[in-house]
């Protein structure tokens, strides 16, 4: 399952934008302010809309007129989203779709609709249309010989801000609806803070995947270590190679209970705790546990990976995430680093231009300037630099 | 349509181009400012820069210090060879400022220092910075 396309009206900075051909692996460059951690939100939004609901989600951004892109006359936002999926055997193109709007201060599902094509041809199926609070899904999608008429159509009501897919998306008959809900409820972005992935953790805890904080760095250290020892291995032989010093990585259990990292310098017998190592180790360390990870995340967002590593790193960094993306898992990546964009294809790379309060995307792969320059041989990062990304840099 | 394409070894000498070229020439034509990372960095990815232009119409402007180099004529005329070979020599003009590159700005360094011998200093005219 990808993402393929997001279109996005008045959600904060994006008046009316649309995205498509979304790459597995894609790269956003943008100024301070330009809209990068906004585009990863529509995720993080949906998220939260799932969770709780439209309100909560809303409320956590500053309401529903803080959402809403500022001056623009309008009072809903709508947030489309692709994906391809297989539905009995065939790879089709599902398009959900979400307008809030807001009445009297409350915040509302004006419309939610979930639709693909049913055949090779026609119009695209609703399989899903709610509107403020009432609405139908087709318990029986896919059963592709019937005709229209003799699908079955279950009338529901749900509370007028929240998500139909949030109840339906439970059942596995709904498979786009379950499908969509399980990529939005997985999706991940990385925030990570070294200080609180060092230092002692209990033991019990989520120890399959890291956290979003990395907090519980040494526990899927150890669920590495122990549930899949290749893996863990060809881990630490990566670190070793990219932080000189660094011969071993090794989760320890203490004798009051509290798991613990331990990094053991090559010229030392004796290894040290991870409160002693630089930040810069730490955060390899835990981008090579998020990234060696046997189940990866169906969409992964990452702020700007660069910060406090080597320069001459990010190519292997770039090579990883891309891989990531490949075992599975979309990557999406921000970063301000030209080292990084050096290691990006004209493909995955796209820009944000704001312009009087309002941002627009564009791809690298349709300028034909950067088209140009990349096909003979050139770098993404020194383009970028030299001021190729038009609109990209602050004015 | 025309575009004038600078290229710089530093961002400083953009920042001294977007005062100096819209009083020179104007707003009408549009100016690009590619800007390397020092000298070397200019030397090494100029031609690729020239030859894979895509406006056909562009004029290109090499400009670099001379700085601690001896000869400016023989600079000048290596960095003719490498702009040649993208055979585009006709749109291609190279200067080097034989001074620094920011005396364009700041007038003629002689009558410059001549100001402050008589503690006349403050900005150029625009007679001088011309």
């Known amino acids: ?395 | 349509m025309s575009e004038l394409v600078f290229l710089l070894e530093e961002a400083s000498a953009k920042a001294m181009l977007e005062q100096l070229v819209p009083r020179l020439i104007g707003m009408d034509v549009p100016a690009r400012y590619i800007t390397f990372e020092g000298k070397q960095d200019l030397e090494k990815q100029l031609e690729r820069r020239i030859r894979g232009y895509h406006n056909p119409n562009a004029r290109f402007i090499v400009l670099r210090d001379l700085d601690s180099n001896p000869n400016c004529k023989k600079l000048k005329t290596n960095l003719l060879a490498k702009v040649n070979s993208t055979g585009k020599t006709a749109q291609i003009l190279v200067r080097i400022a034989c001074q620094e590159l920011e005396a364009f700005l700041s007038g003629r360094p002689r009558s410059r220092s001549e100001r402050i011998k008589h503690k006349a200093v403050g900005r150029p005219t625009e007679q001088e910075a011309l």
């Open chain 1, 1 to 395: 399952m990808r993402i393929e396309s997001i279109r996005l009206k008045n959600f904060k900075v994006f008046r009316d934008v649309h995205l498509k051909n979304i790459p597995a692996f894609m790269v956003v460059v943008g100024a301070n302010g330009s809209g990068k951690s906004t585009l990863f939100d529509v995720f993080g939004f949906l998220h939260d809309c799932l969770k709780g609901n439209v309100r909560q989600a809303l409320d956590a951004r500053g309401r529903f007129r803080e959402v809403v892109s500022r001056d623009s006359g309008k009072h809903s936002i709508l947030i489309e989203l692709q994906y391809r999926m297989h539905i009995t055997d065939v790879e089709r193109l599902v398009t959900y779709s979400l307008e809030i709007s807001d009445r009297d201060g409350a915040p509302y599902v004006k419309r939610e609709i979930l639709r693909y094509k049913r055949g090779r041809s026609g119009k695209p199926f609703h399989f899903l249309d709610f509107s403020d609070g009432s609405g139908y899904a087709i318990s029986n999608e896919a059963d592709f010989n019937k005709p229209d008429e003799e699908l079955e159509r279950e009338q529901q009501q749900v509370a007028p801000d929240t998500l139909a897919i949030k109840g339906l998306g439970q059942f596995t008959r709904f498979k786009a609806a379950n499908a969509f809900r399980q990529l939005i409820e997985s999706w991940h972005v990385s925030d990570f803070h070294i200080n609180v992935a060092r230092g002692r953790k209990e033991a019990a805890g989520e120890s399959e995947h890291l956290s979003e904080s990395g907090d519980n760095l040494p526990r899927v250290a150890q669920y590495l270590y122990e549930q899949h020892p290749k893996l863990f291995k060809r881990l630490l032989q990566t670190m070793v190679r990219r932080v000189p010093g660094i011969a071993e990585v090794q989760p320890k259990l203490m004798e009051d209970g509290y798991l613990t990292l331990r990094f053991r310098d090559g010229s030392y017998k004796t290894p040290f705790l991870d409160r002693y190592v630089s930040d810069g180790t730490i955060k390899m360390f835990a981008y090579l546990v998020l990234l060696y990870d046997p189940k990866p995340h169906p969409l992964l967002c990452v702020e700007e990976p660069e910060n406090q590593l080597y320069p001459s790193l990010m190519t292997e960094l770039a090579e990883e995430f891309r891989l990531y993306a490949k075992k599975g898992g979309q990557v999406f990546v921000s970063t301000h680093s030209p080292d990084f964009l050096n290691a990006t294809e004209l493909e995955e790379v796209c820009w944000l231009v704001k312009k009087e309060g309002r941002t627009e995307i564009r791809r690298a792969s349709e300028d034909p300037q950067v088209a140009k320059y990349m096909a003979e041989g050139d770098k993404m990062g020194y383009l970028w630099k030299q001021g190729f990304f038009e609109g990209a840099d602050p004015q």
